[in-house]
């Protein structure tokens, strides 16, 4: 372990990093949670997270990573044997269909090339043909974390209703909720899932689905075996003020504290924040005349941005540059992309100067790799960002 002077800079796509302002919330004395006062804040935080998944019906937290959010989306709403719909968007689009087929669903995974989003008229057609409504959901990410692409989910919304299908939708937010627009009950979703860790600036250990009346219908006739993800006595025990179990008392506490601060700043603004952070490290990947992995313009991710090096480079040996000279983890390649992109994370707490700091650290580390570039891609990141500050 070396010594560290300064924080690190911790720029994966997730776990972001946490605000002071969130750590100090959680660094409280445990409550009891079966007690008044527990009771009092739950209540509270119930309705205010509804607000950030602009969902009117009901939110519920688990105290798990994200995958478990994903597993409970499916176990509370499905029942073996019953064919569902996803698109190979990326390795997260892939790991949840992973889960989908070890519980005995008939996946139908819409194949895809990694470097676009979902196409809505796939689904269209797939759903038109359906003629007996076998297909129960259909289960999209809107920010792919392995590749940087986002998907529009109005459309897949629209999409399942041209062809007049029945089908569920569930939708992964993990990565892009409070950073990204994002309209649970206006856009017709069903089950939202989504984690503490990344736009969120928790420390990981909180899942979420937030359900709809449709959904809460589907669980009532869901066959598939649940215990701990069971949604329905999590809602019982929620409308007292309480969980079925222990919750993760003291991240529910920064929880609270992380949406006191996304309110304040403003959704709206929070998402524009992003989008000027997002476009400026794109400014300095052109420059470097590197590639994005995200092909469409209209899909590229505010989230993170995914740097495709040129064939025969190997990106971990650049984040490995990186890491060891100046003290900033960014994201890796993960699954068929591994050692072919590095991932810069540009969400949650994240700043202009923590991003002037991000890419000064990317072009130092290429400048001292045998990565062919052009360098100048800070300076026409700082521009963009004078041009459009304040
Ligand atoms: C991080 C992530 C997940 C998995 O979340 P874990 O907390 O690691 O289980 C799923 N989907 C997306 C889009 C993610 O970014």
């Given at each position: ?137 259909v289960a999209v ?125 403003g959704l709206d ?104 570039f052009n360098a ?15």
């Open positions: 372990m070396t010594t560290r002077y300064g924080r690190q800079f911790l720029q994966i796509p997730g776990p972001s990093n946490v605000p002071d302002r969130v750590l100090r919330a959680i660094d409280q004395p445990t409550i009891d949670h079966r007690g008044p006062d527990f009771k009092e804040f739950t209540w509270g935080l119930l309705e205010r997270v509804k607000k950030v998944f602009k969902c009117e019906d009901h939110v519920i937290i688990y105290p798990s990573s994200g995958s478990g959010a994903w597993e409970a989306a499916l176990v509370n709403t499905l029942s073996p044997g019953d064919t569902i719909l996803m698109v190979e968007t990326g390795e997260f689009a892939v790991l949840w269909r992973d889960i989908a087929i070890r519980f005995g669903l008939n996946v139908d995974f819409v194949p895809g090339d990694w470097r676009h989003g979902v196409d809505p008229q796939i689904i269209e057609e797939k759903l038109k043909t359906d003629e007996s409504q076998s297909i129960k959901a990410v809107q920010n792919e974390t392995s590749t940087g692409v986002t998907s529009d989910i109005f459309k897949v919304r629209q999409a399942i209703d041209a062809a007049n299908h029945s089908a569920l939708l569930l939708v992964d937010v993990i990565s892009s909720l409070g950073s990204v627009d994002y309209r649970h009950s206006e856009w017709g979703v069903d089950v939202t899932i989504g984690g503490s860790q990344k736009g969120l600036m928790l420390p990981p250990g909180l899942g979420f689905n937030a359900i709809n009346q449709k959904a809460i219908k589907a669980s009532a006739d869901a066959k598939l075996p649940k215990s701990y993800w069971n949604w329905s006595p999590i809602l019982e025990s929620n409308s007292n003020g309480f969980f079925p179990y222990t919750p993760a008392t003291n991240l529910l506490f920064g929880l609270d504290e992380a949406l006191n601060m996304l309110f304040e700043e603004n929070a998402f524009a924040r992003h989008a000027r952070l997002a476009e400026a490290t794109r400014r300095a990947v052109d420059t470097w005349g590197l590639e994005n992995l995200a092909i469409n313009p209209s899909e590229y991710s505010n989230v993170l941005t995914a740097v495709l090096l040129p064939e025969g480079h190997d990106a971990d040996g650049l984040r490995q540059i990186i890491l060891e000279n100046f003290d900033m983890p960014l994201g890796t390649g993960l699954g068929k992309v591994k050692g072919k992109v590095f991932r810069i994370g540009h969400l949650g707490w994240f700043n202009e100067l923590m991003l002037a700091g991000t890419l000064s650290g990317v072009e130092m580390g290429l400048s001292l790799s045998d990565i062919p100048g891609g800070v300076q026409a990141a700082l521009n963009y960002l004078i041009k459009n500050s304040g």
